[in-house]
């Protein structure tokens, strides 16, 4: 069975304060990997998709690279607007499998 | 602004209740998803539509049910409601159908509150 581990489950930064989140993952067949960040209330807005090991993705201060059993959401410099919790999923053929996700808070 | 429209936003009501969630997929998307997400379990995935048909089922209850219309759009229906079904019911939409790896947009939610 397909499994996601996020972690950790907190992350408090200083704003310029760079750091990783990771998420762990167990697939018979990966069929894609997908970050999302959600903010309280709101719906998971789309981040990356990655599909194969060694892949990387980029956007403003988030980059997102995978391995074949791990995937890490780096953030670089972050500011207080990148507080948000981030979601890590795998496609099950039909379905998006999530973790648990990462909440992440920056202070100025 | 994913494109995915979800009504209503807030919904109270009583156990023993039934109450309907509508989604409107991003024009040109075919397939609809359901999630649930409570604080303790995370999104959890409920059902799968495409163009109309059911595709996939996930931990849905007996209690619950959906379908999508002719026009695309979705409605979960939720019946004989228990505390333990508040929480945050999202819809996302995709092109694609099952198999396939394109991505899902997920709609603003509906926060149902069973008091």
């Known amino acids: 069975e397909d499994q996601v581990t996020q972690s950790p489950e907190a992350l408090r930064l200083q704003e310029g304060e760079s750091s990783s989140l990771n998420c762990s993952y167990t697939?018979?067949?990966?069929?894609?990997l997908f970050w999302y960040r959600q903010d309280p209330g709101k719906g998971p807005e789309f981040l990356f998709t990655?599909?194969?090991a060694g892949e990387e993705k980029e956007k403003e201060r988030l980059k997102a690279t995978l391995t074949k059993k791990e995937s890490f959401l780096h953030i670089t410099a972050p500011k207080p607007e990148d507080s948000a919790t981030y979601l890590c999923a795998l496609n099950s053929g039909y379905a998006l499998n999530f973790g648990k996700g990462t909440s992440l808070l920056v202070t100025p | 602004d994913s494109g995915v429209t979800q009504t209503p936003k807030h919904l109270i009501t009583a156990t023993g209740q039934r109450v309907t969630l509508r989604c409107s997929p991003r024009?040109?998307?075919?397939?609809v998803y359901w999630y649930q997400q409570s604080l303790d379990q995370g999104l959890q995935f409920l059902i799968q539509y495409y163009n109309g048909e059911e595709r996939a089922k996930g931990n849905i209850l007996e209690r619950f049910s959906a379908q999508q219309f002719p026009d695309l759009h979705s409605e979960l229906n939720l019946s004989s409601l228990e505390l333990g079904d508040s929480a945050l019911y999202f819809c996302a939409s995709s092109f694609l159908a099952r198999g396939s790896t394109d991505t899902q947009y997920f709609g603003p939610g509906t926060r149902l509150t069973v008091l």
């Open positions: 990655l599909y194969s």
């Open positions: 697939v018979s067949g990966l069929r894609g």
């Open positions: 024009s040109g998307d075919l397939s």
